[in-house]
């Protein structure tokens, strides 16, 4: 440890002062950028815990929403104690999304342009955090495209009603076993997009496959307001790896073609590009 700081300081001794001084701008330039975003994170931080006091003096009903936004306030505090800066960069751009006109009309979810719109603003992010000169082209993340199981029959059964509970159950599902990095969109429908980014396919197939407890399976159950019983669903889904330069929509329609491919094999599952279960 000596010997490295004495080389170090040697080092040092051969710059130039003009290097010297670029080495220190770079350095504060450094130091002013993590104090900006950790200052982000706080402002955030505190917004989340006013929205989740608001939620208090509300009806019961948003008990559900105070969950998530204390999970939400937790996943934040720990990305700032572990000070890993590109993660909190990247939460705080799709955070950033919630607050412009990208919203679904319905639900608290990600329109399909602001989805769009919010992954391309990850991934310049990801690119220029990355630029080592390589031409080689390094990978981005995950594209998932999921679908509620025989979702006509709930709305035929229960009522539209019920289906509008049935697409919120899984967006709060969803929510709960996401990163706050990871971008949610709804495509139309009862299909919704997620972009894991720097993800592996590998990663989310044990995540939401193999599973990690809440999230095993996405199986989803919720109790409908003004219902006795509750009703459960499943959930077909098509992940691919989404590579630098790689367009978006040519992955969005190919993880809706794996996604209908599960659906032909029986539903309940999720399938990777390769046709088949990753592993």
Not at 6 to 19: C, F, G, N, V
Request: no cysteine; proline share 2%.
């Amino acid at each position: 440890m000596v010997e490295q700081a004495r080389e170090q300081a040697r080092d040092l001794t051969r710059l130039s002062p003009d290097e010297l001084i670029a080495i220190i701008n770079r350095q504060e330039a450094e130091r002013e950028e993590k104090d900006r975003v950790i200052a982000q994170l706080t402002l955030r931080v505190e917004q989340l815990l006013a929205e989740t006091e608001t939620l208090k003096e509300q009806h019961s009903a948003a008990d559900a929403l105070i969950g998530l936004l204390r999970l939400k306030v937790k996943r934040l505090l720990d990305e700032m104690r572990h000070g890993d800066f590109e993660r909190i960069k990247l939460t705080l751009l799709v955070e950033q999304s919630d607050k412009k006109d990208w919203k679904d009309q319905k639900f608290d979810i990600l329109n399909p342009n602001g989805f769009a719109e919010t992954v391309r603003e990850v991934r310049e992010l990801l690119k220029r955090s990355k630029t080592d000169g390589s031409k080689e082209r390094k990978p981005h993340g995950v594209l998932m495209m999921i679908d509620i199981d025989y979702f006509k029959k709930i709305n035929d059964t229960h009522g539209h009603l019920v289906g509008d509970e049935a697409l919120q159950a899984l967006i709060s599902k969803l929510k709960l076993v996401t990163r706050n990095s990871d971008v949610l969109g709804r495509f139309g429908g009862e299909e919704f997009l997620v972009f894991f980014p720097e993800a592996s396919v590998e990663d989310i197939y044990r995540k939401f496959v193999v599973g990690e407890g809440e999230s095993a399976g996405i199986r989803v159950s919720f109790k409908p307001l003004k219902a006795e019983k509750s009703i459960e669903f499943t959930v077909s889904g098509g992940i691919v790896p989404v590579m630098e330069n790689d367009d978006l929509n040519n992955k969005i329609r190919e993880a809706d073609k794996i996604l209908y491919k599960a659906k032909a094999a029986g539903r309940n599952q999720i399938l990777e590009a390769a046709e088949g279960k990753v592993g």
